[in-house]
């Protein structure tokens, strides 16, 4: 079966740095997709990864192997702004999205 | 661009009335997508449509439940009648099917919060 597996719940400290991890099953790959969603909104576009390696964007920056079913975004220098929920989903063979249930990043002064 | 606009933005109505979301996409974009949001069962794919045709319905939940998008520009999603178990929010979106990668990134609307009584 498809599977994306992240964790529930972080916390981190404003100004820290914050990994939140993915792994994920999929039938085929086509790309990995972060998506970030604040309390009460809808999810928004963070990055895309389709090749192995880190895509960096300002503060957040998101890694991706293949091989090993795996990705993470990157955060630095935390902001209070980040306290949100951060989606992982993965375009399947049929590019489709299959989607994480999300990590709720809970930032702390 | 506007974006995608969903309407009604909240709706509160009593079991067993019926209730009609509806949706515009960005325009361009020929495939539409309708999400449930719960937190107990997080982001749930109910159904989407590429260029006008419902693709896979197979997320919907029963007979309670349809979809249409009569052109490019305008989708429903319609629950008849309604339950207190359908209470959650309802994002629509869209994306282009006409290149790969990146380019696929879905865009959301605002969403329809969704309360049954």
């Known amino acids: 079966g498809q599977n994306i597996d992240q964790p529930t719940e972080m916390t981190a400290t404003e100004g820290a740095i914050v990994q939140i991890n993915c792994t994920y099953q999929t039938s085929g790959f086509n790309g990995l997709f972060w998506y970030q969603q604040h309390a009460g909104e809808a999810p928004t576009f963070l990055s895309y990864?389709?090749l192995d390696g880190l895509e960096e964007k300002g503060r957040f920056s998101s890694f991706l192997s293949r091989s090993k079913g795996y990705s993470y975004l990157l955060l630095k220098e935390l902001q209070m702004k980040d306290s949100a929920s951060y989606l992982c989903a993965c375009m399947d063979s049929n590019y489709q999205l299959i989607w994480g249930a999300g990590t709720k990043l809970i930032i702390k002064p | 661009d506007a974006g995608v606009i969903q309407s009604p933005r909240h709706e509160v109505t009593e079991m067993g009335q019926e209730v009609t979301l509806r949706c515009k996409p960005i325009s361009g974009h020929n495939s539409l997508f309708w999400y449930r949001q719960t937190m107990m069962r997080g982001l749930e794919l109910l159904i989407y449509?590429?260029?006008?045709?419902?693709?896979?319905d197979s997320g919907m939940p029963e007979d309670r439940f349809s979809a249409k998008m009569p052109n490019a520009s305008f989708s429903t999603l319609k629950i008849q009648p309604s339950e207190p178990r359908d209470s959650a929010v309802y994002f629509c979106?869209?994306?282009?099917?006409?290149?790969?990668?990146?380019?696929?990134?879905?865009?959301f609307g605002p969403g329809t919060r969704l309360l049954v009584l």
């Open positions: 449509f590429n260029n006008n045709v419902p693709i896979d």
């Open positions: 990864n389709v």
């Open positions: 979106a869209s994306k282009t099917t006409l290149a790969r990668g990146r380019l696929e990134t879905q865009y």
